[in-house]
C-alpha cells in the first residue's frame, strides 16, 4: 500500500512547479504543517525551484502556448455531447475547445479496445468503468501518467483519496488512470442512494389493483397478474444476469465481494444465487419474463414498456424523461414507479450495497496526440468552484441551497441536464451535496427520486471497499474475464431451466479454473492489511 505522506510529497513537488494556475497556493500553509521532516526536508532541497516557479511556468509552452482541440472519447449518449450547453460553459471556462466522440450503445467495451488497437488519436478516455480500465492497461495501452500528474494535476491529486489512487498504480509505481470519484453517500444515510430499480407503470398496476411490490412473492404475484391479463410477458430486460432490485431478495447487493466472518467471499459463493437464478429460471419458464432477454437490447425494452407490452423493466430514473415521452403516447397519465430492492419477505429488509472508491476511470491512451493539454484541461476541471460552475451553475440564478440541500432553480437550470458529463474529479461528499440538485432536474425525475429514496434507511446497507482492490495483479488480469464466463452461464442457466444448483457448479468449476482462486487469494491478503 503506497504511503499518504509519499502521496503529500507529491502534491508538494507539484505545486512548486505550478504557482498560481489553479489557485493552489491557499492551500500550501495547510500541506506543509501535515508533513513531516522528510518532506520539508525535500522542500528546502527544491527551494530553488520555488523561486522560479514563476519563470518555469511562464517557459511552459503547455500553460502558455498555444490550445489545442482535444478529442475525448466517451460512452454513448443519448443526446449531441457538442451542442450541449453545458459544453459551453466547460470550454469558456478552460479555454480548450473540446470535441467529444462516443461509442455505440451496444457492445461499447468490444468497440473501445477496437478503437485504441487501431491507434485512434484520443487525448483521453473519459469516465472509463474499471472493467474496461483494466483491460486497457493489461493491453498495454494506459499512458503513465505520474510525471504529468506531478507537474499538471494539483487539483486532482487534492480531491482523489488515497485509497483510489491504489486501484491505478501498478506494482511499479506507475499511475496508469485518473479515478473519478463521483458522488459519495454519506454514512449516516441511505437517502439518495436509489437511482434506478425495477420501474413499474403505474397506470398497468392500478388497472390489476396491485400495488409497487417490496418482497419477491409480492413481485410474483404481479407479474403472474399482469401475464393472465395480457397475456404478454410482465418483465422486460436486455441479457443480464444480476438485477440488483432482485438479488437483495437473496442476500446479493449490487457488489461483488462480501465480508463473511472477516474473510472476503465472493457472490459465486453465496447460498442465496443458487435461489436467486431458480426464481429466475421460474419466471422465464412460465413466461414471466421477456422470452427475448438473451438477445434484447436496451431500446427493445423500453419501447416495450412504453407502449404497455410489458408492465416493467430494470430503469435508472434519468432515463425517465424520455421513457415518459414516449409512454405518453398510449396513456398521457402514466408514470414509471420503482421498486428498488426487494426482500425476501415482510419480516425482512432489502440487502443493497453502498460502495466506496471510484466507479470511473479517465484514461490517456499511450496513442493521445495531446497527453499534456488533457491533464491540465482535466485539472481545470478538476477545480471544486469550476466543477461547481460546470455542474450546477450560479447560486441564486441555476440552483438555491435550503437546510443544506441543493435544488434546481428554472429555467436556468435547464442548461445543465447534462452537465455532470463535463466535471472532472471532485471530492465525493461535496459532488453528492451538489447531485442532489441534478436529481431534481425535471419534475418526473424529482418525482421519481424522491419515491425511490423515500423508505431509503428501512433497508439492510453493506459498505463495500472491493473498488480499492480493483488493482491487484489477479483481480486486473482474470476478473473481467471471469464475470463476461460468469454472466453468459447465469443467463444460459435461466433461459435452458433445469437445476439451479448444476448452473452454479458450473459457475464455481469456471470460477476455480479461470483465476478465481488466485482472485480470492489475494483480495484476503489485502483485506488483511486493508483492515490494519
Given at each position: 500500500?503506497?504511503?499518504?505522506?509519499?502521496?503529500?510529497?507529491?502534491?508538494?513537488?507539484?505545486?512548486?512547479?505550478?504557482?498560481?494556475?489553479?489557485?493552489?497556493?491557499?492551500?500550501?500553509?495547510?500541506?506543509?504543517?501535515?508533513?513531516?521532516?522528510?518532506?520539508?526536508?525535500?522542500?528546502?532541497?527544491?527551494?530553488?525551484?520555488?523561486?522560479?516557479?514563476?519563470?518555469?511556468?511562464?517557459?511552459?509552452?503547455?500553460?502558455?502556448?498555444?490550445?489545442?482541440?482535444?478529442?475525448?472519447?466517451?460512452y454513448n449518449q443519448a443526446y449531441d455531447?457538442?451542442?450541449?450547453?453545458?459544453?459551453?460553459?466547460?470550454?469558456?471556462?478552460?479555454?480548450?475547445?473540446?470535441?467529444?466522440?462516443?461509442?455505440?450503445?451496444?457492445?461499447?467495451?468490444?468497440?473501445?479496445?477496437?478503437?485504441?488497437?487501431?491507434?485512434?488519436?484520443?487525448?483521453?478516455?473519459?469516465?472509463?468503468?474499471?472493467?474496461?480500465?483494466?483491460?486497457?492497461?493489461?493491453?498495454?495501452?494506459?499512458?503513465?501518467?505520474?510525471?504529468?500528474?506531478?507537474?499538471?494535476?494539483?487539483?486532482?491529486?487534492?480531491?482523489?483519496?488515497?485509497?483510489?489512487?491504489?486501484?491505478?498504480?501498478?506494482?511499479?509505481?506507475?499511475?496508469?488512470?485518473?479515478?473519478?470519484?463521483?458522488?459519495?453517500?454519506?454514512?449516516?444515510?441511505?437517502?439518495?442512494?436509489?437511482?434506478?430499480?425495477?420501474?413499474?407503470?403505474?397506470?398497468?398496476?392500478?388497472?390489476?389493483?396491485?400495488?409497487?411490490?417490496?418482497?419477491?412473492?409480492?413481485?410474483?404475484?404481479?407479474?403472474?397478474?399482469?401475464?393472465?391479463?395480457?397475456?404478454?410477458?410482465?418483465?422486460?430486460?436486455?441479457?443480464?444476469?444480476?438485477v440488483a432490485a432482485i438479488t437483495s431478495?437473496?442476500?446479493?447487493?449490487?457488489?461483488?465481494?462480501?465480508?463473511?466472518?472477516?474473510?472476503?467471499?465472493?457472490?459465486?459463493?453465496?447460498?442465496?444465487?443458487?435461489?436467486?437464478?431458480?426464481?429466475?429460471?421460474?419466471?422465464?419458464?412460465?413466461?414471466?419474463?421477456?422470452?427475448?432477454?438473451?438477445?434484447?437490447?436496451?431500446?427493445?425494452?423500453?419501447?416495450?414498456?412504453?407502449?404497455?407490452?410489458?408492465?416493467?423493466?430494470?430503469?435508472?430514473?434519468?432515463?425517465?424523461?424520455?421513457?415518459?415521452?414516449?409512454?405518453?403516447?398510449?396513456?398521457?397519465?402514466?408514470?414509471?414507479?420503482?421498486?428498488?430492492?426487494?426482500?425476501?419477505?415482510?419480516?425482512?429488509?432489502?440487502?443493497?450495497?453502498?460502495?466506496?472508491?471510484?466507479?470511473?476511470?479517465?484514461?490517456?491512451?499511450?496513442?493521445?496526440?495531446?497527453?499534456?493539454?488533457?491533464?491540465?484541461?482535466?485539472?481545470?476541471?478538476?477545480?471544486?468552484?469550476?466543477?461547481?460552475?460546470?455542474?450546477?451553475?450560479?447560486?441564486?440564478?441555476?440552483?438555491?441551497?435550503?437546510?443544506?440541500?441543493?435544488?434546481?432553480?428554472?429555467?436556468?437550470?435547464?442548461?445543465?441536464?447534462?452537465?455532470?458529463?463535463?466535471?472532472?474529479?471532485?471530492?465525493?461528499?461535496?459532488?453528492?451535496?451538489?447531485?442532489?440538485?441534478?436529481?431534481?432536474?425535471?419534475?418526473?425525475?424529482?418525482?421519481?427520486?424522491?419515491?425511490?429514496?423515500?423508505?431509503?434507511?428501512?433497508?439492510?446497507?453493506?459498505?463495500?471497499?472491493?473498488?480499492?482492490?480493483?488493482?491487484?495483479?489477479?483481480?486486473?488480469?482474470?476478473?473481467?474475464?471471469?464475470?463476461?464466463?460468469?454472466?453468459?452461464?447465469?443467463?444460459?442457466?435461466?433461459?435452458?431451466g433445469g437445476d439451479a444448483q448444476a448452473?452454479?457448479?458450473?459457475?464455481?468449476?469456471?470460477?476455480?479454473?479461470?483465476?478465481?482462486?488466485?482472485?480470492?487469494?489475494?483480495?484476503?491478503?489485502?483485506?488483511?492489511?486493508?483492515?490494519?
Open positions: 500500500m503506497r504511503n499518504i505522506k509519499k502521496w503529500t510529497a507529491l502534491f508538494l513537488s507539484m505545486t512548486i512547479g505550478l504557482g498560481s494556475l489553479v489557485g493552489c497556493s491557499k492551500q500550501d500553509a495547510g500541506n506543509e504543517s501535515s508533513v513531516g521532516n522528510e518532506q520539508k526536508t525535500e522542500n528546502a532541497q527544491s527551494a530553488e525551484t520555488q523561486q522560479s516557479s514563476a519563470e518555469v511556468e511562464e517557459e511552459d509552452p503547455f500553460l502558455t502556448g498555444e490550445k489545442p482541440v482535444l478529442n475525448i472519447l466517451y455531447m457538442n451542442a450541449d450547453a453545458a459544453k459551453a460553459i466547460m470550454e469558456e471556462i478552460t479555454g480548450y475547445e473540446v470535441v467529444y466522440h462516443n461509442l455505440p450503445s451496444e457492445n461499447a467495451s468490444e468497440k473501445l479496445m477496437l478503437e485504441i488497437a487501431s491507434g485512434a488519436e484520443y487525448d483521453m478516455i473519459y469516465r472509463c468503468k474499471t472493467s474496461d480500465y483494466r483491460e486497457l492497461v493489461s493491453q498495454n495501452a494506459a499512458m503513465d501518467v505520474t510525471e504529468l500528474l506531478n507537474k499538471y494535476g494539483n487539483e486532482v491529486l487534492q480531491n482523489v483519496g488515497e485509497l483510489d489512487w491504489e486501484m491505478v498504480t501498478d506494482e511499479n509505481g506507475a499511475i496508469t488512470g485518473i479515478p473519478y470519484p463521483g458522488a459519495q453517500q454519506p454514512a449516516d444515510t441511505l437517502y439518495g442512494k436509489f437511482t434506478g430499480g425495477i420501474a413499474f407503470r403505474s397506470d398497468i398496476l392500478e388497472e390489476l389493483d396491485k400495488e409497487i411490490p417490496t418482497t419477491i412473492d409480492e413481485f410474483y404475484d404481479v407479474l403472474v397478474a399482469y401475464k393472465n391479463k395480457t397475456g404478454n410477458a410482465a418483465l422486460t430486460m436486455k441479457s443480464t444476469a444480476f431478495a437473496f442476500g446479493i447487493a449490487g457488489c461483488e465481494w462480501y465480508d463473511v466472518d472477516g474473510e472476503l467471499v465472493h457472490r459465486v459463493r453465496l447460498d442465496g444465487l443458487k435461489d436467486y437464478i431458480a426464481f429466475m429460471q421460474k419466471l422465464y419458464a412460465e413466461g414471466l419474463l421477456d422470452n427475448d432477454m438473451p438477445i434484447n437490447a436496451s431500446k427493445n425494452c423500453r419501447e416495450k414498456f412504453a407502449n404497455g407490452t410489458a408492465l416493467c423493466m430494470p430503469l435508472d430514473f434519468w432515463d425517465i424523461p424520455t421513457i415518459k415521452s414516449a409512454m405518453e403516447v398510449s396513456n398521457p397519465e402514466a408514470k414509471a414507479v420503482f421498486s428498488v430492492a426487494m426482500s425476501a419477505d415482510e419480516d425482512t429488509a432489502g440487502f443493497v450495497s453502498v460502495s466506496s472508491g471510484a466507479g470511473e476511470i479517465c484514461v490517456i491512451p499511450k496513442t493521445a496526440k495531446n497527453p499534456e493539454h488533457a491533464m491540465i484541461w482535466y485539472n481545470i476541471i478538476s477545480n471544486t468552484e469550476n466543477c461547481k460552475r460546470i455542474y450546477i451553475g450560479e447560486e441564486g440564478v441555476s440552483y438555491e441551497v435550503v437546510d443544506g440541500e441543493y435544488y434546481p432553480l428554472f429555467p436556468a437550470f435547464d442548461e445543465y441536464v447534462n452537465s455532470d458529463k463535463y466535471t472532472g474529479s471532485v471530492e465525493g461528499g461535496e459532488m453528492k451535496k451538489q447531485w442532489m440538485a441534478r436529481a431534481r432536474k425535471t419534475t418526473e425525475m424529482a418525482e421519481a427520486f424522491e419515491q425511490m429514496n423515500e423508505n431509503a434507511d428501512s433497508y439492510t446497507r453493506y459498505d463495500t471497499v472491493e473498488k480499492y482492490a480493483s488493482n491487484l495483479p489477479a483481480i486486473k488480469e482474470n476478473a473481467t474475464a471471469l464475470n463476461s464466463a460468469i454472466s453468459d452461464i447465469i443467463i444460459a442457466g435461466i433461459v435452458e448452473v452454479v457448479d458450473k459457475i464455481i468449476e469456471t470460477w476455480e479454473r479461470e483465476g478465481g482462486l488466485d482472485c480470492e487469494k489475494e483480495i484476503n491478503e489485502w483485506y488483511v492489511e486493508f483492515n490494519k
